[in-house]
């Protein structure tokens, strides 16, 4: 009795711990990141590595966004990197007719992918990482149809999208910082929100109390595959060339970790917006670290690794209470 009762705060101070790591851990660990760097990595104040590192993380942060939104229905999108691809094809095959009509049909490449893999979800009641594996094989296969090759382009729109700035920060950092609040707002302050969180936090329980699950599942498929659009095209608009071959390889895998790292559970019920940022600029500004600092990559994924499991490991403990 006596053993129990002196455990009892031992357990309750690891719980506040854990608690404390999951609400706020990645914004200290960006701190921390960014304090080694002030300190240690030269010029790193630089007006022109922010720059860089924004620009370089922004894909990433659009592409969680959706994932979020996938993971807090407690599902998964395999297929984001592909669906880039796709965007990313679609977007030059399109270019003949003019900038904005192209990025409307790489748009709606990204929405009819997204609604193909919810679609599977929720009205064939494939599992969602099943679905959106098929996905991510087939619809790389496609991209790769419709653009075999890397194709350079020389239209001064698009170009324009990729690499102008506004009061000096860059168009695509801007568009990313837009879709991050209309993603929050979406969550926190909308019926669609709640509805997103309620499906994540017990399906059943949802279905029972009447909320229009399908639709809810099948919308936040489509926006994810025009998030995962949006991202594609920006990036082909930065590089200034389509590449469908190599553009969004393992771009999953980084959004599921910014989520994961962001405080969004993997059993679904929650989405941490801003986390899921902070995780996509602490994994940029760790990658950076370790590469200006002359390490080579497989420490850089080492590392990650690590992050990912304490992640995974601090949902998990505090879903059992």
């Known amino acids: 009795m006596a053993a129990e009762t002196a455990a009892a705060p031992d357990r309750l101070d690891r719980e506040r711990v854990l608690a404390w790591l999951q ?5 200290a660990a960006v701190l921390a990141l960014l304090a080694f760097n002030i300190l240690f990595t030269p010029n790193f104040l630089d007006v022109g590595n922010f720059r860089t590192q924004l620009v370089q993380v922004t894909p990433i942060v659009i592409v969680s966004l959706g994932m979020a939104l996938v993971i807090g229905t407690e599902g998964i999108d395999l297929s984001v990197g592909s669906v ?21 049909m790489a748009l709606l490449a990204g929405a009819v992918a997204g609604a193909a893999g919810g679609s599977l979800v929720a009205y064939v009641g494939v599992q969602p990482i099943v679905a959106t594996l098929a996905l991510l094989v087939g619809i790389r296969g496609l991209a790769n149809v419709l653009v075999p090759q890397l194709v350079e382009f020389r239209n001064p729109d698009l170009i324009a999208l990729g690499s102008s ?8 950092v801007i568009v990313a910082a837009v879709l991050t609040l209309a993603v929050a707002f979406l969550v926190r302050r909308t019926t669609f929100g709640r509805h997103v969180v ?5 399906r059943a329980a949802s279905e029972l ?9 099948l919308i936040v498929y489509v926006i994810s595959g025009v998030l995962a659009a949006v991202a594609g095209v920006l990036a082909t608009a930065r590089l200034q060339a389509s590449d469908p071959t190599s553009l969004g ?18 059993t679904g019920g929650r989405i941490r917006v801003l986390g899921t940022v902070m995780g996509a600029l602490l ?13 080579p990559q497989s420490w850089t994924q080492m590392v990650q690794a690590a992050i990912i499991l304490a992640a995974v490991y601090a949902t998990r403990e505090r879903g059992k209470r």
């Open 23 to 27: 609400e706020y851990g990645v914004y």
């Open 84 to 104: 880039m691809a796709l965007a990313a094809a679609v977007v030059v095959l399109y270019l003949g007719y003019g900038a904005l009509p192209a990025i409307a």
């Open 165 to 172: 700035s506004i009061a000096g920060v860059p168009v695509i």
């Open 198 to 202: 309620a499906i994540g936090g017990n």
């Open 209 to 217: 109390s009447g909320l229009p699950v399908k639709r809810v599942l």
């Open 249 to 266: 390889l393992y771009m999953e895998l980084s959004a599921i970790t910014a989520v994961v790292v962001g405080g969004t559970p993997l």
């Open 283 to 295: 994994m940029q500004l760790l990658a950076a670290t370790l590469i200006k600092h002359n390490l």
